[in-house]
């Protein structure tokens, strides 16, 4: 699960970071091109509840790993900005199952912004015109070669080709009409064939917008409307799939991060803030990449499994495993909620909480799962 943090200059991006991975990435250098990774856990209270009863040798949380990356420069006739990036960062961003995009709602006199003032919009949009040209011309010199080979080869690659050719030609139409390919519907033989361009367009995106503290939503300030009006403003005009909107101040955040939970609290409480905004973007990062997770709990450790959405208890054994999905018997499932109150495998049983699941059942997100294999 790997998620790239892009955003233009001056917006935040390193120092959203910083927050996410308790890094120390030099920042305020206006999109240097260096690169910064960070792992991450998610935040999973139920865990810590579920240790409770267990007693582990150990929790292991699920995670996720971010990338933060330089911000290509501006696109120009004849030149795509994002093949101007180092090879390991475009690798780097092409690779990524999402985007985290940091775009800069704050004012500060101090750090001016580059294009002389502060528009959300406009930046969201320079950016997203970045990927959709770096898409663009891989479609077009993509078709051109496609083109050229004319029909050469054996009856099936020329089919193979034609195929291709056809796709294509429709995402060529979609990115010329301006529009991101992540809303474009493409069943899954298509995807196939065009799994390997790695379009970044077609990425899911998490849009951060990075507020100033005098916008941060305040306990019992009726007045203190401002972060929500810029979100609610950026996501009615930002209405593509596979994309949720969200804001925090990275600045007061990375503050938070660097001070002892007690004085953490004392901070929040001084400037009326209910909760930090950290663990809520990490919990929308994951939900970006469609992902839930399924619990495994007993004395050795308690843990988190990532797995898609919609997922088999096969595929959630091979997740363990490949030799629990080859010697699947079956799944032994209770309601993380039952098991809190019951307090054991044994009890969920007696009160007929604990299910048995074939092959087919699709995993819910908080079941606490064994699986039984044959070896």
Do not use: C
């Not at 054994?317 to 032994?332: K, P, Q, V």
Request: hydrophobic residues 40%.
């Amino acid at each position: 699960m790997q998620i790239a943090i892009v955003g233009l200059a001056g917006s935040g991006k390193t120092t959203v970071f910083n927050t996410l991975t308790r890094g120390h990435a030099q920042t305020g250098g206006y999109g240097g091109m260096e690169l910064h990774v960070g792992t991450v856990k998610v935040p999973d209270e139920r865990l810590d509840k579920l240790a409770e009863i267990f007693k582990p040798k150990k929790i292991v949380q699920a995670d996720v790993t971010y990338f933060d990356l330089a911000a290509p420069p501006a696109s120009t006739e004849g030149r795509v900005g994002t093949e101007e990036l180092p090879a390991d960062q475009l690798a780097r961003l092409r690779e990524a199952d999402a985007l985290l995009h940091v775009v800069r709602a704050f004012e500060d006199p101090s750090f001016p912004h580059s294009e002389g003032s502060v528009d959300a919009w406009r930046d969201l949009e320079r950016l997203d015109f970045e990927f959709l040209m770096s898409d663009l011309s891989l479609v077009e010199k993509r078709l051109e070669r496609l083109k050229a080979s004319g029909h050469h080869g054996t009856p099936a690659e020329r089919e193979s080709n034609d195929r291709e050719l056809l796709i294509l030609a429709r995402l060529h139409a979609v990115l010329v009409d301006g529009r991101p390919l992540r809303g474009e519907s493409i069943d899954p033989d298509e995807e196939k064939s065009i799994r390997g361009f790695r379009f970044l367009t077609q990425k899911p995106v998490l849009v951060l917008i990075n507020v100033g503290e005098a916008d941060l939503v305040r306990v019992g300030d009726a007045d203190s409307t401002r972060e929500a009006e810029i979100v609610g403003d950026i996501a009615s005009r930002y209405e593509h799939p596979k994309t949720l909107v969200d804001a925090l101040s990275a600045k007061i955040e990375m503050e938070l991060g660097e001070l002892e939970p007690e004085e953490a609290a004392v901070f929040m409480d001084e400037l009326g803030l209910k909760e930090s905004s950290l663990d809520r973007v990490i919990r929308l990062s994951y939900r970006l990449l469609g992902l839930i997770s399924f619990l495994t709990a007993g004395p050795d450790e308690v843990r988190a499994w990532p797995i898609p959405d919609g997922s088999s208890s096969v595929e959630a054994a091979g997740a363990i495993h490949t030799d629990l999905a080859r010697g699947f018997i079956r799944a032994e499932v209770v309601q993380y909620e039952d098991l809190l109150t019951l307090r054991s495998m044994a009890e969920a049983r007696k009160h007929g909480r604990l299910r048995s699941e074939g092959k087919t059942y699709t995993v819910k997100d908080g079941d606490v799962v064994e699986i039984l294999f044959s070896k």
